[in-house]
C-alpha cells in the first residue's frame, strides 16, 4: 500500500481505464442526443432550459450529498456503483415520458443520483493513476476512445430505432461501468477517502485564498454561461442546416478520436509545463473555435470546429483536474472536484439554462457563437489574471 492508498499495480490501472472506456464513453449514447430527444417531445427553447436549470439546482443539493456520504461510508466504492444502477434505472424511466412537467421530474431525477458520480470517479482516476506512477490522462483518453465507439454506434442506431434507443444502450454502458469497479481493491480506496475527507466549508475558503482557483472560478463562470446556448443547441443546429443522425453521430465523434493522442501529448506537457498555463491555452483556443462556426456556419465547419475541439478538449480536460488538485488541499481533493465540476456549473446553468434557452428561441443557435467567442475571451483573461497574481506570490517568497 503506498500514500495513495492503492496497491502499486497494472490491475487497478486498467479497471479505471476500462472504466472510463465504459462509464464515460457510454455517455456518447445519451449526451449529443438528449436536447434533440426533448426537441422531438415537443419542448421548447425555454422548456428546455427551465428543466435543465431545475436540474442544475437539485444538482446543488446532491453533489455535497454523495462526496460527504462517500467520505463518511467505510466502503465508498459501492456507493459509486449504487449511483451508476441508479441513474440506469433513471434512463429507463425518462425514455417512455413525453409530457414536459414528467420529464423535468425524471430529468431532475436522473441528476440526483448521478451529481457525485463525475468527481468521485476523477478523484479515484488521479489516485490511481498516482499509485501506478502513470498519468491520468492515460486513463482519461479511454473514456474519450469510448466516446468515439458509442456516440457513432448510436447515431446509426438511432437512425433504425429510433432516438429512444440512446437511453437503453447508455442504461446497459452504466451497469458494465458499475460491475467493473468490483475489480478495484475496495479497502485500500475506502481508507484513503475517509483520512482525506475536510468540510465544504474549509476546502472552500482554502480555495479562495489561491488567486488561480478564484481565476479558474471566475473563467467557468464567464465561459458557463457565455457557451450555455451552444452547448445546449449545437446538436440541434446541425439537425437544422440538415445534418442526418448518422451525421451527427460523427460530429460528435470525430472530436473524441483527436482526443486518444491530445490526451497523451497533454500527460507529455504537463510534465513540463505549469497546468495553469496549458488550460488558458485549451479555453483560447476553444473561443477562436466559436468564431470560426460564426462566420462560416455550415456542417463542414462545425465538423471540423469539432475535429479541432478534440485538442483543446484534450489540453483542458487533462489541465483543468490537475489545476484543482495542486491548488486545493489535498485532503479534500474529492470535494474540490466536485465544486468545480459539478457545483459551480449547476449554479451557472440555474441562470444561463433558461437564457440560453430563451435567446435560441428569439435569435436561432448561429448568434450564439458571437456570445461564446466573447465569453472565451473574458474568461480567459479571468484566469490568465489569475496565473499572474500567482507568480507574482512566488517571486515575493523568493528570498533575496
Avoid at 430527444?37 to 446532491?62: E, K, Y
Avoid at 507529455?268 to 462556426?293: A, C, E, F, I, Q
Avoid at 448561429?366 to 479571468?382: K, N
Amino acid at each position: 500500500m503506498n500514500a495513495t492508498g492503492f496497491i502499486n499495480s497494472r490491475r487497478d490501472l486498467w479497471v479505471m481505464r476500462l472504466y472510463y472506456l465504459i462509464w464515460l464513453g457510454g455517455g456518447g449514447s445519451i449526451g449529443p442526443f438528449m436536447n434533440l430527444f426533448l426537441v422531438r417531445q415537443n419542448l421548447s427553447g425555454t422548456q428546455i432550459g427551465l428543466m435543465v436549470a431545475l436540474g442544475s439546482a437539485a444538482a446543488l443539493v446532491a453533489a455535497p450529498f454523495w462526496t460527504r456520504l462517500s467520505a463518511q461510508n467505510s466502503r465508498p466504492l459501492r456507493l459509486l456503483q449504487i449511483s451508476l444502477v441508479l441513474l440506469a434505472l433513471a434512463n429507463l424511466l425518462m425514455v417512455s415520458q413525453s409530457v414536459f412537467l414528467v420529464l423535468t421530474v425524471v430529468f431532475i431525477l436522473r441528476v440526483l443520483v448521478s451529481a457525485g458520480i463525475t468527481p468521485l470517479s476523477d478523484s479515484l482516476a488521479v489516485r490511481v493513476s498516482e499509485a501506478a506512477g502513470a498519468g491520468f490522462g492515460s486513463i482519461r483518453v479511454w473514456g474519450s476512445l469510448g466516446w468515439a465507439f458509442f456516440v457513432l454506434g448510436t447515431g446509426a442506431l438511432v437512425e433504425r430505432a429510433g432516438i429512444q434507443i440512446t437511453f437503453w444502450v447508455h442504461a446497459a454502458a452504466l451497469s458494465g461501468a458499475a460491475l467493473l469497479l468490483f475489480g478495484l481493491r475496495p479497502a485500500g480506496a475506502a481508507r484513503t477517502e475517509r483520512k482525506t475527507s475536510l468540510p465544504w466549508r474549509q476546502v472552500a475558503g482554502t480555495m479562495l485564498r489561491s488567486p488561480v482557483l478564484v481565476g479558474l472560478g471566475v473563467m467557468l463562470c464567464i465561459n458557463g454561461l457565455a457557451n450555455n446556448g451552444v452547448g445546449q443547441f449545437e446538436n440541434v443546429y446541425l439537425d437544422q442546416l440538415g445534418a442526418r443522425e448518422s451525421i451527427i453521430g460523427v460530429a460528435n465523434m470525430v472530436g473524441s478520436v483527436i482526443e486518444l493522442p491530445g490526451m497523451l501529448w497533454a500527460d507529455s506537457l504537463l510534465r513540463k509545463r505549469n497546468p495553469g498555463t496549458l488550460l488558458l491555452v485549451s479555453v483560447v483556443m476553444t473561443g477562436l473555435l466559436r468564431g470560426l462556426v460564426f462566420f462560416w456556419p455550415s456542417v463542414e465547419t462545425i465538423i471540423l470546429a469539432r475535429a479541432i475541439t478534440g485538442i483543446s478538449f484534450s489540453f483542458y480536460t487533462i489541465a483543468l483536474i490537475k489545476t484543482i488538485c495542486g491548488e486545493a488541499p489535498a485532503e479534500g481533493t474529492a470535494t474540490a472536484l466536485a465544486i468545480f465540476t459539478v457545483t459551480l456549473p449547476s449554479l451557472i446553468n440555474i441562470l444561463g439554462t433558461p437564457l440560453a434557452g430563451m435567446a435560441f428561441d428569439a435569435v436561432g443557435a448561429h448568434w450564439l457563437y458571437l456570445v461564446a467567442l466573447v465569453g472565451y475571451l473574458l474568461g480567459s483573461a479571468a484566469l490568465g489574471l489569475g496565473l499572474w497574481k500567482r507568480r507574482q506570490q512566488k517571486q515575493e517568497v523568493i528570498p533575496a
